[in-house]
């Protein structure tokens, strides 16, 4: 702890300077470790406090006759000594390596999977409930591209999501999500079973991919779907292609062309760099059992039973029985369940 006090107090200084500050790279990568030593810090100081406290209480027991007194310093004692573990928890998890994408904004795209017309519906659901969830957290969802289902819904939807440690939050919710239902198309009231799949993929910033101009070829279309007169009229909707890849992404959500593009390169710059942030979940999931947030997007996840109005998250066997505010986008609870499953996971894991 005293260690990382140090180096908390170094970067304190480095950022401060002038030629630190001019090259942006590293002027980035210290303001997050600072970041994230400044946590460890302040629990550290927490932690000091409370050992303070059981010896200052000791040596109270030990030197005053009066009663009041020795009382008063068994209680201070035993409150300290209740909070150790906790703090040593609090620090240990700290301490433990986390994910180095947390932090980021996050690109979520959301597809309807077998099941047809009821799987779009579905589709539109489930961005309906993370549209609600991220309302709830302060958090800006901006739309970049989809394809509508024909009985509603989408086919595809994709859209980014940006605030404070978006992706940390939203990875738990890739994979294949199923639900059963009576869809509106059924004429003899039986229950289907339909899938939409999540993928969430960490946004790069613009120093983590380095993506050169002539490696894109950039194609024009006019928009389709909703949006009144610039729709079909004008060619605002743009198609990046990275050559070297082969990756192809689409932004049809604004009027303007350039915002389009400006748009498209952040998804396209992001699915370049999660080609290699890929072989790290896939490292991940090798040694974790609960897969939460390994990055296996064929994996069921989660089923959404509505006759028995219930939701069953099939990684950590959580089940409630208020579907209907689940999909209103009341999804926190499950999420902490998985958080903690994942960080018992990362403390294991540290500690072998």
Known sequence: MDGLASRFEEIGTLITDPEVITDMKRFVRLNKEYRDLEKIVVAGAEYKKVLDGVREAKELLETEQETEMREMAREEMESCQARIPEWEEKIKLLLAPADPQDEKNAIVEIRGGTGGDEAAIFAGDLYRMYVKYCEGKSWKVELTSYTEGTSGGYKEIIFTVSGEGVYGILKYESGV???QRIPQTETQGRVHTSAATVAVLPEAEE???EIKEQDIRTDT????????QSVNTT?????????PTGITVQCQDEKSQLKNRAKALVELRSRIYNMEYQKYLDELSSRRKTMVSSGDRSAKIRTYNYPQGRVTDHRINYTMYNLSAFMDGDIQDCIDHLIIAENTERLKESEL
């Open 177 to 179: 999500h199923r639900v």
């Open 207 to 209: 120093f983590d991919v």
């Open 221 to 228: 279309f006019c928009a389709s779907g909703h949006g009144g």
């Open 235 to 243: 060619y605002s909707a743009i198609r990046l292609v990275h050559i």
